[in-house]
């Protein structure tokens, strides 16, 4: 098996703990799913959120689903003028048979126009 990263990335309406955990488990979720994955083969995950999404860790909406041990990471996305706000972003090292070609990258809601090349194929 080799290494792999899944790239995905989703907005979120508001800066509550309930929205910031339902839109990063809605994510994740949908991640596994468009891969056809087993949680077991998932390596790590780097999670970044914006600036402006400070009510709770992303990393801990992924234990709640039983992601215990999977090593996961929290961290502050580059703030970068004019770019989207309230976006949670993912990458996710999995072990896979899949060439790069067959891994789906996961952009849900606004989140989509942030790399349509990769969303326009799914």
């Given at each position: 098996?080799?290494?792999?990263?899944?790239?995905?990335?989703?907005?979120?309406?508001?800066?509550?703990?309930?929205?910031?955990?339902?839109?990063?488990?809605?994510?994740?979720?949908?991640?596994?799913?468009?891969?056809?994955?087993?949680?077991?083969?998932?390596?790590?995950?780097?999670?970044?959120?914006?600036?402006?999404?400070?009510?709770?860790?992303?990393?801990a909406?992924?234990?709640?689903?039983?992601?215990?041990?999977?090593?996961?990471?929290?961290?502050?996305?580059?703030?970068?003028?004019?770019?989207?706000?309230?976006?949670?972003?993912?990458?996710?090292?999995?072990?896979?048979e899949?060439?790069?070609?067959?891994?789906?990258?996961?952009?849900?809601?606004?989140?989509?126009?942030?790399?349509?090349?990769?969303?326009?194929?799914?």
């Amino acid at each position: 098996m080799t290494i792999r990263g899944i790239r995905g990335a989703i907005d979120v309406p508001e800066n509550t703990a309930e929205e910031i955990d339902r839109r990063t488990q809605e994510l994740l979720r949908a991640m596994v799913a468009a891969n056809d994955l087993d949680p077991r083969r998932i390596v790590s995950i780097f999670l970044t959120a914006t600036v402006d999404l400070d009510a709770a860790y992303p990393a801990a909406a992924a234990r709640a689903i039983g992601w215990t041990h999977i090593p996961l990471l929290d961290a502050q996305e580059i703030d970068v003028q004019g770019s989207m706000p309230r976006v949670i972003r993912v990458l996710m090292h999995v072990e896979s048979e899949k060439t790069h070609d067959d891994i789906h990258h996961v952009y849900l809601g606004k989140a989509v126009s942030l790399r349509p090349d990769l969303t326009q194929s799914q």
